[in-house]
């Protein structure tokens, strides 16, 4: 299948899932994850109606964003270092993996020179796995300590000047059936709500869903979705 024709399937899927939860469609936003792939495959997306790209390191994207050369957005969705933030800014419009006030801060002092504003979301660990990133929030519903550590935290971070705190993200784990990584979205969600709440703060976005569990992500109310390899092939 052609690029063209693997993002029609996406689109289709996203749809069907938006269907069964009684969503609109163009509600969800697609993200093609380009991480490794080369600028010819991304300028095929572009061709195919994608305008939203998702790359997960620094160096890979200094040099592929300015080669694509195109009117699109672009969203970091992997781990930054602290010394790397100030790099982030002239590339990337989104910065989905902001999981510290360290490095919040940093961004924060980086669009601050440079003017203008950065959206942001919290990555956030809700599965407790340890491999993964983000946030540590896992037992937040009812260990008061988890509770009051990422709350802090998140507040510190919308309180700094130049971000806009628009939402949460997270990975769930690998897990045999999407049907298995439903609680970790439906936790996301919950998470979002009751922060949003208590902190009186908009938190449109959630940012959740990749190439193995998008369908049910998007059943428990992703906003944006991060595909790779439905759209662009095995890596
Ligand atoms: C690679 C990656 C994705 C896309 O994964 P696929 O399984 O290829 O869809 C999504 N989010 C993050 C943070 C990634 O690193």
Redesign the pocket.
């Known amino acids: 299948m052609s690029i063209a024709e693997n993002i029609q399937q996406v689109r289709e899927t996203i749809a069907a899932a938006c269907v069964r939860a009684g969503r609109d469609p163009a509600s969800v936003t697609l993200?093609a994850?380009s991480?490794t792939r080369p600028v010819e495959m991304i300028l095929a997306a572009v061709a195919a109606g994608v305008q939203h790209f998702?790359e997960?390191r620094v160096e890979e994207a200094e040099s592929k964003i300015p080669q694509v050369n195109v009117a699109a957005t672009w969203h970091m969705?992997?781990h930054i270092q602290s010394r790397k933030a100030k790099d982030v800014l002239p590339l990337f419009n989104v910065v989905?993996?902001v999981d510290r006030f360290k490095l919040a801060e940093k961004l924060a002092r980086a669009v601050v020179e440079r003017g203008g504003r950065l959206d942001v979301l919290i990555e956030i660990n809700i599965s407790g796995e340890e491999s993964k990133g983000g946030l540590p929030a896992f037992g937040w519903q009812t260990d008061p300590a988890v509770r009051a550590a990422v709350w802090d935290e998140i507040r510190q971070i919308s309180a700094l000047p130049g971000l806009k705190v628009r939402g949460l993200?997270t990975?769930a784990p690998i897990v045999p059936t999407m049907e298995a990584a439903r609680p970790v979205f439906v936790g996301l969600r919950e998470l979002r709500d009751h922060l949003s709440a208590s902190l009186g703060v908009s938190l449109p976005e959630l940012s959740m869903g990749?190439?193995?569990d998008?369908p049910v992500a998007v059943e428990e109310g992703a906003t944006m979705v991060?595909?790779?390899?439905?759209?662009?092939g095995e890596?």
């Open positions: 993200i994850v991480k998702g997960n969705i992997g989905h993996s993200m990975m990749m190439t193995d998008y991060r595909i790779g390899r439905a759209i662009f890596r």
